[in-house]
């Protein structure tokens, strides 16, 4: 009993010190958002917080429960991940173009104005990436699992982004559209056998992986349908490390590999399994690399790509003897398999989904197939011939990412005052804020996009060539008009994309130095899957009995709008299994 009552108080000192604490910071943090002059909301924990991360939305939807302010007020409207899905476009509205949420931690600025975002994205070096962030993302694993020290900031970071450039170049991109288009038709012959499945989200996740191993490593590892999976050996495969690391990411990051190897520790065997993959990813990165090492003494690097070997000779070819260490080649493949998995892999999610509601979107999509690929057997494709052709699959592409931005973005401003014009205002912000684009609003709001803003619409990103030169206003009036319109497929040939309305409002592969350097590699592996999916094939959503095709699709919208959120690192379809589609042959369309 004394020694409940001594963890109790040891428990109780602790909260009141950290409640003190955080308080205290809360203030000094409010005094100096209150300098920005925007609108400013306080929030009682950080949005950041690793352990609060694992429980925020179950707390706020239980508190929402509480009747008037207790359920309704800033903390519950803002004080978790993702908030801003839930929100939409609201907060900006009533706000105005930036706003400040104050937490016990930071200031995050949230700047909703495409001419104040560019801006930021050029001055790279006034407002640069803010490192903890990426830590959370792709960095912080990086430095737990290898020895890799220096991977995301200053000179190191230049040279290594050039060399990546030079790396994901098009002979990588041929390689990633052969190795997608055989994925995709093994995964959708795969559904084909089940007629009706629930593992849209676990089998594009293989897909990405494997176009990915290949890429990276040369493994050419066939499709494995979720529910036909062997259960891998944890010591053995690299895969099973790989997958393991980025499916308990969060969970890594909160508590340390060191927690999950502790043999010490009574852990269930799923968690000992991490632990395994976590020691053994070091291992397979030094087996892969050997083996890129050898190929590359005996001279057959020329013929035989990948991203490893490549990397091991823009190394050795960057002169100076400045290239990348060993160290920094594994850590980089690490990121580039981490970066390029879940985010196409989430989005395919989606677009499955958006596509399972929509069947004129299916058929347009389709023709458009037919007409560029005909018959031909997907051997025969050819990425430098179809690929820059196949522009609907490519707006599908661009309009998932528009309404489903995966990856969350933040810069700061460091430990310097920068000044920022945001509409007509010239805001002074203070050191360490965190500048956060509102994808949401800039990638969603009728004041740019129409009318029609909020849906998805992916012929919006399509129109004729002769009309590219139109005005803003011309433009938009054109994409409303094609719109269902049929009479466009006699001009397919014509066809062309469109670019957003301007640059500051499509951020999805980001902007500047530090852009997404897969964004290439990320078209050509979705234009190649799209094509295998649905030149031969349809999804609809399953339907209950009585269920119209009309209710079905609409359920499906009405999931996608609920189940959206960041269920792990990335904005994600949360449950993809819950809503059963059916996958069967196309009829042939004219
Ligand atoms: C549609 C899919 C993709 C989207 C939407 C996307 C988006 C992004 C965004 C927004 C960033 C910047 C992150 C930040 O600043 O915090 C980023 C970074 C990155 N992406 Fe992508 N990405 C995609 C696919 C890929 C693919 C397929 C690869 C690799 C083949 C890749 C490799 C990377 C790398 C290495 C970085 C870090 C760049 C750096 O720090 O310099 N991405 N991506």
Partial sequence: MAVIKAVLLVVFTLGAAWVVYSSYCLYCNYLEALKIGVPVRIIPISHLNKLWLLIDKRVIFTIRRLPGVLGGNNFTRFNYRGWHEDDGTQAHDEMGEA????????????????????????RGKDFPRWTEITKIHFFGMVKLL????????????RMQRKIVNSCLNEKCNSLVWSEAALLGDQMAQYWAT?????????????????????????????????????????????KFSLVTIMENALFILALRPSFFINKWLPLPRTWRDIGVACTKFKGHMSYLYDRALRASDQNRLEGDFTLMTSMIRASRKNGNGIGLSEGE???????????????????LTFAIFFLAANPF?????????????????????????????????????YETLRVKTPVPEVKWTKDRHQTLVVGSKTLNIPPGTLITPSYIYVHNHS???????????????????????????????????????????????DEVLLPPPSRGNYLGWSEGARDCPGKRFSQVEWVAIMATLFRDWKVEPSRLQDETAMQARAKVFQFIKENTGYGG?????????SIPLTWTARVRVP
């Fill in 194 to 238: 089940k007629g009706t499945f629930t593992t849209v989200g676990e089998d594009t996740r293989t897909t990405t992986l494997h176009i990915l191993t290949k890429a990276c490593f040369g493994q050419s590892l066939p499709f494995e349908g979720h529910d036909t999976r062997q259960p891998a050996s944890p010591s053995a495969s690299f």
């Fill in 329 to 347: 080649i594994y850590g980089t493949m690490f990121v580039i398999s981490f970066a390029g998995h879940d985010t196409t892999a989430h989005l």
């Fill in 361 to 397: 979107v299916q058929d347009w999509l389709a023709r458009e197939l037919r007409r560029v690929l005909g018959d031909r057997p997907i051997q025969e494709w050819d990425y430098h011939a179809d690929f820059p052709r196949l522009t609907r699959c490519m707006a599908i592409l």
């Fill in 146 to 157: 290898t020895t890799n020290k220096s991977q995301s900031s200053g000179e190191q970071w």
């Fill in 569 to 577: 690192l990335l904005l994600q379809l949360n449950n993809p299994e």
């Fill in 447 to 493: 004041r740019f996009w129409g009318p029609d803003a909020q849906e998805w619409k992916p012929q919006r990103w399509v129109t004729k060539c002769h009309q590219r030169d139109m005005s803003p206003r011309q433009k938009q009036n054109e994409r409303n008009k094609n719109l269902g319109d049929e009479v466009e497929d006699a001009y397919m040939n």
């Fill in 99 to 122: 706003f400040v949420l104050v937490t016990p931690s930071h200031n995050w600025l949230y700047i909703a104005e495409p001419e104040a975002l560019m801006n930021m994205y050029r």
